[in-house]
């Protein structure tokens, strides 16, 4: 049984930086794809970031491109999503999931099987 798990959130100033961390344990296959969405207050959840087993590919929504990296603890079976120059607009709940069959390209949210439940990110002063 697949099971996923977000960690790192909390409260943090504008232009402030925070490192969330996502633990998928009972992965079976050798290819997955871990992916991060958010869903802020009254709007829809978003596609933010996705890293792919397959050399390590990975995909960022354009919202936070040069901001946001997200990359992987091999060892430990952990993805990281390094959040710099925070922005009121990035408050949101941050889930993580996995899957099997997505892929790190447009699109991939659609494909992810396995859900956490979320952290608490808020960027206020």
């Known amino acids: 049984q697949v099971q996923v798990a977000e960690s790192g959130g909390g409260l943090v100033q504008p232009g402030g930086s925070l490192r969330l961390s996502c633990t998928a344990s009972g992965l079976s296959q050798d290819y997955y794809v871990i992916g991060w969405f958010r869903q802020a207050p009254g709007k829809e959840r978003e596609e933010v970031s996705c890293?792919?087993?397959?050399?390590?590919?990975?995909y960022y929504e354009d919202s936070v491109k040069g901001r946001f990296t997200i990359s992987r603890d091999n060892a430990k079976n952990i993805v990281h999503l390094q959040m710099n120059s925070l922005k009121p607009e990035d408050t949101a709940v941050y889930l993580c999931a996995a899957s099997y069959r997505a892929v790190a390209a447009p699109g991939w949210g659609a494909a992810m099987d396995y859900w956490g439940k979320g952290t608490l990110v808020n960027v206020s002063s």
């Open positions: 890293l792919s087993t397959a050399g390590d590919m990975t």
